[in-house]
């Protein structure tokens, strides 16, 4: 079995998780993608992130219509912080050493991987697989790291949960940019406002 990790804070989970997310699954061919919102990240500061539950929310309504995505509470329910390292050895635990765990992160956040827990014994440990975003060059990325990543190169989709996040604030529409689940979900629990 092959699965495919793609953690991240999710707030909000958005249309372009979901498409870069599709596209690995389908041309890597992966059997799942396992969305797992990290609850408390130590590289990201607090302020602006919401609850890890109503993230994990977020995204099981945004998924629940693909029957090759599941999402995880692994991080939501752990103690203390969020290290990928941590949750990648349990799910590997979990998983068995016959299942093929590999880790999907975005070339913002490989950018700065070097600060990340462990991050050597990580990219020993697990492939990952780094999509490519707009206004983030991959010739920024440290060699040590970028050369022991596979790249994936994605449509440009100009979506960031920043630019949601502002939208609500400012109270312009964020029709088109989440799933209609996830926008109901955010009007009704007044969130990000």
Known sequence: MKIGIMGGTFNPIHLAHLISAEQIRQRLSFD???????????HKPPDGIIDPEHRYQMTRLAIADNPHFSVSRIEVDRQGQSYAIQTFQELQADYGDDCELAWIIGADSLIEFKIWKDYDRLLNACRFIATTR???????????????????????IEISATDIRQRIRSGQSIRYLVPPPVAAYIQRHHLYC
């Open 32 to 42: 799942q993608i396992l969305f797992i919102p990290s609850a408390r990240p130590p």
């Open 134 to 156: 707009p206004n983030y060059p991959l010739s920024t990325v440290p060699s040590e790291i970028i050369n022991r990543v596979d790249i994936f190169e994605i449509p440009e």
